[in-house]
């Protein structure tokens, strides 16, 4: 760890298929995150009140505003959290739960590091945490647009054919499709003034999805990675993401010196244009964020 005194900084992204329109509710929760940091000095807790104020917004994909997946009625979730204090939590295909960032931190104190499912669910009402509040019209709206693409011939994820969903659908309800593909990621990067550093990340996933479907944003290495260099959260489609290790590999880039933004903008490059990506990163004397996407983010630096 390093005992360089740097101004403390934050980056906060709201993906990178989100609209540029909603970039206040990253300077919101940026705020939150510089708030955060003022009244204890935690990366690790400045990037989780960044990350639960957009789950709470509910015009991003996660938390609140999380896509539906492609039976319209159900709703799984990715989070996570890392520092370099130690703490490592995640989790996956979570449901019916308010702040899945927050119980990714919880679990980061239980002897395991990511929990999926049915058990990640016990284990946020056995500590407490809220159920997600009812789908709201926005939500539903949201869902109806994308079974109209679904409908028709040009793929709605990237190079995957349409009918592929219809093919290996596994819900228990039949698939409807009638008469935006979304995929993205919340994220905050944080530096602390003692020299550490956090990230946090939290989705709704993608849409379209097969049920229980998991992205990158809870795979550490590839949504999210944090080390004595810096943080990195990525965002974009989790099934290009994984297999370029993001970021990690984006890490050992700024680890080896590389100028933040040539790193990112490297990272961003090893995706083609119909891939929607995103990357935001602290360093130990920088802060940026690069996308092929307008892609809504707010930096702030600790005076
Ligand atoms: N990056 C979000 C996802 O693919 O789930």
């Known amino acids: 760890m390093s005992t360089r005194q740097q101004a403390g900084a934050v980056v906060v992204h709201g993906g990178a298929g989100a609209s540029r329109e909603h970039e206040d509710g990253c300077v919101l929760a940026a705020r939150r995150a510089l708030a955060q940091l003022e009244a204890n000095g935690d990366a690790l807790d400045a990037a989780i009140a960044a990350v639960t104020a957009l789950e709470d917004d509910g015009r991003f994909n ?86 109209g693409r679904m409908a028709g011939s040009v793929p709605v994820m990237p190079g995957i054919d349409n009918s592929l969903f219809a093919r290996t659908w596994n819900y228990k309800t039949p698939l409807e499709l009638p008469q935006g593909s979304a995929c993205d990621t919340v994220g905050a990067v944080v530096r602390g003034a003692d020299g550490h550093f956090a990230v946090a990340c939290s989705t709704g996933g993608s849409a379209p ?8 944003s809870p795979i550490v290495g590839c949504g999210f990675y944090a080390g004595p260099d810096g943080a990195v959260a990525a965002t974009g489609i989790g099934e290009h993401i994984v297999r370029h290790l993001l970021a990690r590999t984006v890490y050992g880039w700024i680890a080896d010196g590389m100028p933040l933004a040539q790193a990112l903008q490297r990272g961003v490059d090893l995706f083609g244009p119909d891939i929607d990506v995103g990357l935001i990163a602290v360093s130990r004397s920088e802060a940026a964020s690069c996308s092929n996407r307008d892609m809504p983010q707010a930096r702030m630096m600790q005076r």
Not at 116 to 131: H, K, S, T, Y
């Open 62 to 147: 996660a938390g609140s505003g999380s896509v539906l997946c492609l039976d319209g009625a159900t709703v799984e979730m990715d989070a996570s959290i890392m520092d370099t204090r130690g703490r490592l939590g995640a989790v996956a295909c979570l449901q019916d739960v308010k702040n899945p960032v927050l119980l990714a931190r919880a679990i980061a104190d239980t002897p395991h590091w990511m929990l999926a499912g049915e058990g990640a669910q016990r284990f946020a009402r056995a500590i407490g945490l809220p159920a997600s509040p009812p789908l709201s019209e926005r939500q539903r709206a949201n869902h109806r647009k994308l079974l």
């Open 209 to 216: 999805s097969l049920l229980g479907r998991v992205g990158d």
